[in-house]
Every structure is written in C-alpha cells, then in structure tokens.
C-alpha cells in the first residue's frame, strides 16, 4: 500500500495532488496509518490524465517536455535533462536500462565533461559560503542610506531575510517606492499573509536617520558622486556605534577616496551588490588599501547572515564582476558598429553558453550605465561604441525606455531571425573576458583562480557548464 502521511498543514496541497493519501495532526499519525491499512481501502489509481500520459501519450508528453527544457538548456550543453527525459519515455524510467554505450546512459553523464564541471561549481559555491563562518559577529539591526534602485532593493532583501532594517532617504518621499516595491516582492514570495506583515515591519522608512546609532551595519547606497558620499560618512562615523561595520555599495568610485572622509578610514569596507539585488546570489565584499582585517570579516558575516554569496574582492576599478563584464560588453557592441545584427551577436553568446547575450544585457543594465561604466573601465585610449552614443544621446537607454539596441515590447525585446553566426564570433566576444578574469587573478583583484571562476559564475551567470572562465582557459590550453 503506498501510505503517505505528511504532518503539516502545509502539506494539504501534496494530499491534493495525489502525493499523499492523508493529511492529519503528528499526535494521530500512528493510529491513522494503522487505519488505513486495516480498512482495506483499495491502492489509489493515478487519475485518468496522468495514466494516460504516463501510457500511450508518453511519446507526446516527453516531446513537450524537451521542448520546455530546450527554453532554458541546449543539449550541447546541459546533457541530463535530456537523458531523464528519455529514461522515462524510453526505458520504464530505469536509469540502469539504458545501455551503456548510449549518449543518454548514465555511463555517458556521469563521464561528460558538463557534470565535472558542475560538480566543481557546487564546491566553489560551498567555498563562497564557508567566506564570514569564522566570526561570531551577528548583525540584527542594518541601516540603508538612499533608497534608490539598490538601496531600496538591499533593504528589502534584508528585512526578507529577518534582520531590523532602518531606509533613510532625503525625504519620505523618496522612500516609499521603495516600500512599495518591498510589499510586493514579500508578498510573491512569502505568500502567507502574517509573515508579509512581520517583513513589512521590520522595514522602517528612517527619513532623519536615526536607524544610524542603533545599527550593527550601515550601507551607504547614495548616487555615485565622492563629495556627497564623503560627507555623509563623515557624518556617520560620528554617530554610528564604534564597532558597527560602515560600508559603501559604489560600483565605479575608489574606496579610498571616499574613506578619506573618515576621521578612521580603515573602518570603511564595500558592500558590492548587484542588480536586480533579489535575483543576484553574489556580493562583492571589498578590501580598501587601508581596511581594518575585522571589518571586512564583519561585511564577509553579514553577507552571509543574509543568504548571499560573498567574494571577498580588493579595491580595483570594477571589482571582479563589472572589471570581466565590461570589456565583453563593449566588443559586443563593437561587433554591432561593424554591421553584424544584434541577434547574431546575442546567439554567439548564447550558444557558448552565457544566460542572456551581452547585447540584451547592455539595453537591460541601461545604455547609460553602460557608457560609465565603458568610460571608467574599458582603456582609455579607445572611443566609445558608435551605436551605443548614438542610442545614448537619443535617449534610447535600453528596456527601461522600451528601446535601446532591440525595441520592447511589454519588457522583451522584439528579435528578428538569427542569419548565420560567422565562425570565430564567439571566441571574439569571450576572448576580452577571459583575458580581463585572468588579469584580476595576475593582479590580486580575487586571491585564486578558483574565486574567480566562483565570482564570474554567480556575479555574471557566465556557462557554469563550462566550470569558469579560468577553468575554460585551463581546458582549452589542454586541449591537443
Ligand atoms: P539611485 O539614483 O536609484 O538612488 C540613489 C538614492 O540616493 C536616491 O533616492 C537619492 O534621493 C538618494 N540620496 C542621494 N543623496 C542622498 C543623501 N545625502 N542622503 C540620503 N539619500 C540620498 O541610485 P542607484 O542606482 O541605487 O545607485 C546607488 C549606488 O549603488 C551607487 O553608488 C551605484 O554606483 C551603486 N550601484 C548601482 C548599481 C545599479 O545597477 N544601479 C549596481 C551596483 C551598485
């Protein structure tokens, strides 16, 4: 008899679903089993649909299933959804009935170089989250100073995530989108109302920002302007607790410019998230020249007291991330200056298996953000994208003002067919990035390749398939 009996309320839904054959309280469970088993209730039968997909529909249903898989993983890439698919269809769902010479048997994926790979993520990923274990610093109260874009966004995170969070902004005004956005995205993903109303509350709009003296870290999200930010940490340090953690979320400003504004500069770290910051799982943790040790294990601490993945990163323009990113973007955009279409720059890429080509993620970063950050990264020597100004200095900036480099429709950009992709285009495009990921390992940015490969993974999404961008170049120099 398949006897399920699953203990919490929760769990209705599985009982719904046919997982289970009773849902009831812990303290009842026993006899309820017996119950069942006594009453002589005849063994559920699957219900009419799933019999008739699991029997003669099956060849329609697995080829609608690859199809959905398709959307999110090429074969070439991504082997074993493929093979489960076909186990199942195929082989009874056995996996050891599939013959071993197959390309779908458990032989040939356990041996593809897709699963080394992913192995090898799963322990970056777990070096990531070994990074701020060691310290017993545990931070209940965070206060975020402007509540734009990202500071609007980390605060909520970190409320989600059940920490205190105080908002300031220059007005409470200037604070409430921010709110808005937070009762949102805690009510798509908490779904119980109780707890929507707990996360609600611990996110408290601070517009004089008294939230300062109480918090164990403060987050300085304010534009990207060094006057503004030195004088607000000047004014911080004076009256922030001694021991809480100051830190700046700038992604193109010196760390130590703006610690001079500090009567301690060692107190000041960087807090680096990325954008959109519920969806991105890693932060860059940055090491100014004259960080204090503590506070970085501190930031390092708190990163992972809010489920992120911390990189512990040295001050370097760009970090990791934005320092691998920009120089990809830009030959990109260099492509589409020497008339080969956007679509076919975007398909390169996807096809060497990045989540979204550098093009759309140029129009989805903003075209603005793009030229600050090419000005401030790429080498000085050469003029910026030509298409990129144009687009620029029309006042098409990306999918925020429905067109940039593809044009928008409801937030996707509207694709013309894919012509042929020329020989070599992929090489072009990742060639930049791996040479500028291998750079920030020469010169310290990370302190291994390994971090790297870890960084440029859960920063940039670049094909964990293929291991890192370090461990891609190490492959493809061994290659005969
Ligand atoms: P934004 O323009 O969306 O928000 C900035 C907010 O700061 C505004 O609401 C403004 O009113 C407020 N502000 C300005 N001066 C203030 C002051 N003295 N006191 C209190 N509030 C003040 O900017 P953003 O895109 O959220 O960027 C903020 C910081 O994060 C910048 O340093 C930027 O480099 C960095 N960053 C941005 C991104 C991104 O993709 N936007 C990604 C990573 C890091």
């Not at 409320?159 to 956005?181: C, M, N």
Request: proline share 7%.
């Amino acid at each position: 008899a398949t006897i399920s009996l699953i203990l919490q309320r929760r769990w209705k839904k599985a009982k719904r679903l046919g997982f289970a054959d009773e849902c009831v309280p812990p303290r009842v469970m026993e006899n309820a089993a017996r119950m069942l088993v006594l009453s002589g209730h005849p063994k559920r039968q699957l219900p009419f649909m799933q019999r008739m997909m699991n029997g003669p529909l099956k060849g329609v249903v697995a080829s609608q299933a690859k199809k959905q898989v398709a959307v999110r993983a090429r074969p070439e890439h991504y082997p074993a959804p493929y093979a489960i698919l076909d186990m199942w269809a195929n082989y009874g769902g056995n996996a050891l009935a599939v013959p071993a010479g197959k390309p779908t048997s458990m032989e040939a994926i356990a041996a593809s170089p897709t699963t080394k790979n992913l192995v090898r993520v799963y322990y970056l990923q777990e070096r990531l989250k070994g990074f701020g274990k060691d310290s017993d610093f545990a931070p209940k109260h965070l206060h975020v100073i402007g509540a734009g874009v990202m500071g609007g966004d980390i605060a909520a995170w970190a409320a989600l995530r059940g920490l205190t969070v105080t908002l300031q902004d220059q007005s409470i005004e200037r604070i409430a989108p921010a709110i808005h956005r937070a009762a949102i995205a805690f009510k798509r993903k908490l779904r119980d109302d109780t707890q929507v109303r707990f996360a609600l509350d611990r996110l408290i709009p601070d517009p004089s920002g008294q939230g300062v003296r109480q918090a164990d870290v403060v987050i300085e999200a304010i534009f990207e302007n060094l006057e503004a930010k030195q004088k607000l940490f000047a004014d911080i340090e004076a009256i922030a607790k001694p021991d809480a953690v100051l830190a700046s979320n700038t992604s193109s400003l010196k760390l130590e410019d703006i610690a001079a504004g500090l009567k301690h500069p060692s107190r000041l770290i960087g807090i680096h998230f990325f954008n959109p910051v519920a969806m991105m799982p890693l932060v860059e943790v940055v090491e100014g020249r004259e960080s204090d040790p503590q506070a970085l294990k501190k930031g390092l601490a708190f990163v992972r007291k809010i489920d992120k993945l911390a990189l512990p990163v040295k001050s370097a323009p760009g970090f990791l991330v934005n320092a691998v990113l920009a120089p990809y973007m830009q030959e990109a955009m260099r492509c589409v200056d020497e008339g080969i279409a956007p679509e076919v720059v975007d398909e390169a890429a996807l096809a060497f298996g990045m989540p979204l080509g550098p093009i759309e993620l140029a129009d989805t970063v903003g075209l603005d953000i793009a030229v600050a950050a090419g000005k401030q990264l790429a080498s000085g020597i050469s003029e910026p994208p030509r298409k990129l100004m144009e687009l620029v200095n029309a006042g098409h900036l990306g999918r925020k003002t429905g067109r940039g480099f593809y044009t928008y429709n409801q937030g996707k950009p509207q694709k013309g067919a894919v012509g042929q992709v020329p020989t070599g285009l992929a090489d072009r495009l990742v060639t930049p990035f791996l040479a500028a990921a291998q750079r920030c390992v020469e010169q310290g940015v990370v302190a291994d390749a390994e971090l790297a490969d870890a960084g440029v993974i859960f920063g940039t999404g670049f094909a964990p398939f293929r291991g890192g961008p370090m461990n891609y170049l190490k492959e493809r120099n061994e290659q005969p």
